[in-house]
T-cell receptor
Framework: DQQVKQNSPSLSVQEGRFSILNCDYT??????FLWYKKYPAEGPTFLISISSIKDKNEDGRFTVFLNKSAKHLSLHIVPSQPGDSAVYFC??????????FGTGTRLKVLA | GAGVSQSPSNKVTEKGKDVELRCDPISGHTALYWYRQSLGQGLEFLIYFQGNSAPDKSGLPSDRFSAERTGGSVSTLTIQRTQQEDSAVYLC????????????FGPGTRLTVT
């Protein structure tokens, strides 16, 4: 039973446009959420996080939104750049060290 | 400073053989994780080490899997009597005690069991 779901396996956007990556979760005990980015043949790298006491966290071109009632979070990238092309994983935790990861969304930013 | 390193980067083994995968975490990081990513799947938690505490082995899929962490640093994941379903990328990550959410991942070991 997938507790963290990324229902879109892939997404293509034009350079300069919005990228929106979505993530849904089922466990209401999750209270800390992360996004990681992964390039081929490399390990995932931490991108941005959000705790359940917030509904938005911003870091440069990256913004994560959390809708607790819908058990949904999203990562917005604007403007999208070709270097953003990677697989993006969301992960959730009930406040412990153990994170549950989604299956990832492959983003392709077209020049 | 060096990041997390893993060796080998690729390993092809015959079904039934044992394999050892190595992880060198970032110096000073007390927490160390092993994950597995099978084709088309997310990262699956395997085991967690924190300092000298007993490891959390709850993610190990069978008793063929074991892991050690010597001296609070290097870790070895051992898979005995490998099966084809063990084929995956095995990722190691480390983090500091104060920022356990920010895990630094190694490049992974791609294991192929033929």
């Amino acid at each position: 039973d997938q507790q963290v779901k990324q229902n879109s396996p892939s997404l293509s956007v034009q350079e300069g446009r919005f990228s929106i990556l979505n993530c849904d979760y089922t466990n209401s005990m999750f209270d800390y959420f992360l996004w990681y980015k992964k390039y081929p043949a490399e390990g995932p790298t931490f991108l941005i996080s959000i705790s359940s006491i917030k509904d938005k966290n911003e870091d440069g071109r990256f913004t994560v939104f959390l809708n607790k009632s819908a058990k949904h979070l999203s990562l917005h990238i604007v403007p999208s750049q070709p270097g953003d092309s990677a697989v993006y994983f969301c992960a959730a935790s009930p406040g412990t060290y153990k994170y549950i990861f989604g299956t990832g969304t492959r983003l392709k930013v077209l020049a | 400073g060096a990041g997390v390193s893993q060796s080998p980067s690729n390993k092809v083994t015959e079904k039934g053989k044992d394999v050892e995968l190595r992880c060198d975490p970032i110096s000073g990081h007390t927490a160390l994780y092993w994950y597995r990513q099978s084709l088309g799947q997310g990262l699956e938690f395997l085991i967690y080490f924190q300092g000298n505490s007993a490891p959390d082995k709850s993610g190990l899929p069978s008793d063929r899997f074991s892991a050690e962490r010597t001296g609070g640093s290097v870790s070895t994941l051992t898979i005995q009597r490998t099966q084809q379903e063990d084929s995956a990328v095995y990722l190691c990550a480390s983090s500091s005690r104060l920022a356990v959410y920010e895990q630094y991942f190694g490049p992974g070991t791609r294991l192929t069991v033929t």
